[in-house]
């Protein structure tokens, strides 16, 4: 993604390069027109990175809000075990790409076109889709739940970390008061009714485990950014690779278990929202918005999916409620300040 500054320096090269080559070669009349041309057409592409950039940004904080039903779309689906459910709803994602890629080749565009990537990205983005979840359940099942989920959910604040070393992109106080911020704040929810955190060393493989899942998907969302020019339908084809691993691990390590009438309807939601459409939206938001601000934001997760069980009766209100959500609102709108600045 190019940034607004990193825009302008490339459109200054640009004019630069343009007028010397006009120096040499066109008469001096045209030469002042030409110029005056040039920088007029430079200037006017530079003010359009920032919108573009703001909407990108928001398309991606989409994800967010649709992994927010996450949890309480899961457990519509009890009993089902977790590789059983990341296969099904996995597949119904993938589904509704092929539907997108049978309607495109109606108009000449061939299906296959949108798998031809190459190694690398494939290794990247079923890397991220399935290696997050796979490490997420192995933390679960060797950790308590509550320290399991603690580790994996800073994800968000590496990548805020990470995000400074790709290029045209810095790291800020604010980015990082802002993620860490949200952090305490996903803090509060997580532990609100544990006690506190019981960190002990037959617990270390889940833990470890809950690292490697944070590193998965924080590596996933800020390496995507180099491929920027891979198109986002390719996100259909690491759904599908992603629900034939999951199938492998359920019948590998679980038993199958169906769910009830409206458990099936839970998984079609899953499938359709926070497991498929939310990668899509995630994948552009990575690519051309503002990344740092899509971190810090994404604390709004835990936070959205708190009041949703609120709302439906499966969690009760408290004052740490209400903490976490000063804490997550505002490290979002702190770690956001250079792109409305830019778009005053």
């Known amino acids: ?40 057409m430079a200037e006017s592409t530079l003010p359009t990175a920032a919108p573009a950039r703001l909407r ?33 709803t996995f597949t119904v994602a993938f589904l509704l790409a092929l539907g997108k890629w049978v309607f495109d080749a109606a108009n000449g565009v061939p299906v296959l076109d949108r798998l031809r990537q190459p190694a690398a990205v494939w ?38 970390l990470f995000s400074a070393l790709l290029p045209g992109e810095r790291l800020r ?30 617990f270390v493989l889940g833990y470890l485990a809950a690292a ?11 390496l995507s950014r180099r491929f920027g020019r891979v198109p986002t339908d390719v996100v259909g084809g690491f759904c599908g690779a992603t629900a034939l691993l999951g199938l492998l691990c359920h019948l590998a390590f679980e038993e199958t ?11 079609l939601a899953l499938g359709l ?5 939310a990668f899509f939206v995630w994948d552009y938001g990575v690519k051309h918005g503002d990344i740092k601000a899509l971190g810090a934001f994404s604390y709004a997760a ?14 009760e209100p408290s004052w740490t409620i209400g903490a976490a959500c000063l804490l997550i609102v505002g490290g979002a709108i702190l770690a956001s300040r250079d792109i409305w600045r830019r778009r005053s």
Do not use: K
């Not at 630069?16 to 920088?39: G, K, N, T, Y």
């Not at 490697?212 to 800020?222: D, I, N, Q």
């Not at 278990?257 to 998984?267: I, K, Q, S, T, Y």
């Open 257 to 267: 278990r169906w769910p009830d009438g409206p458990g099936w309807l839970a998984v």
């Open 173 to 202: 106080w604010f980015h990082l008061l802002g993620a860490l911020a949200g952090l305490a704040g996903a803090a509060l929810l997580i532990t609100r009714n544990a006690g506190g955190l019981s960190m002990r060393p037959e």
């Open 123 to 160: 290794l990247l983005g079923v890397g991220g889709l399935f290696g997050y979840h796979f490490f997420y359940f192995v933390a679960l099942g060797n950790a308590p739940a509550v320290d399991a989920s603690l580790i994996a959910f800073l994800w968000p604040l590496l990548i805020v």
């Open 212 to 222: 490697a899942c944070a590193l998965t998907w924080s590596g996933y969302s800020v």
């Open 56 to 88: 990108a940004t928001l398309i991606g904080g989409v994800a967010v809000l649709l992994w927010a039903t996450l949890a309480l779309l899961t457990t519509a689906t009890a009993p089902m075990p977790p590789f059983q459910l990341v296969a099904l």
């Open 1 to 40: 993604m190019t940034t607004r500054f990193g825009f302008r320096r490339h459109s200054h090269v640009v004019l630069v390069h343009s007028v010397l080559v006009h120096r040499l070669f066109i008469p001096l009349d045209s030469r002042r027109c030409s110029a005056l041309s040039l920088q007029a």
């Open 273 to 277: 929202g926070p497991v498929g459409a």
């Open 302 to 315: 835990p936070l959205l999916s708190t009041l949703l069980l609120v709302v439906f009766g499966r969690a």
